[in-house]
């Protein structure tokens, strides 16, 4: 897959683990995230960075990101 674009309001943690194998083929991830809990529950930018460290940053819209699948 080249390109997941993930507006789930909140949602990113149950996103990612359940798409930990797809992600892993992945080459670009593009996702909201806030350090201010917006949303019960809702994970910051630095927690969705621990939860898929084969990612590094493209670009930081501030509460969007492009992330880079770097293992691929």
Same mark, same amino acid.
């Given at each position: ?15 990612? %683990? ?6 892993? %083929?992945?080459?670009?991830? +593009?996702?909201? +995230?806030?350090?201010?809990?917006? +949303? ?7 927690? &969705?960075?621990?939860? &898929? ?7 930081? +819209?501030?509460?969007? &990101?492009?992330?880079? %699948?770097?293992? &691929?």
């Amino acid at each position: 897959m080249d390109f997941i674009w993930a507006d789930v309001q909140g949602a990113e943690e149950n996103l990612i %683990n359940g798409a930990k194998d797809t992600l892993k %083929n992945t080459r670009y991830f +593009y996702t909201e +995230y806030s350090d201010e809990e917006l +949303y019960r529950g809702q994970i910051n930018k630095s927690r &969705i960075l621990r939860m &898929i460290p084969g990612f590094s940053i493209v670009k930081d +819209y501030g509460n969007n &990101i492009l992330l880079k %699948n770097t293992s &691929i």
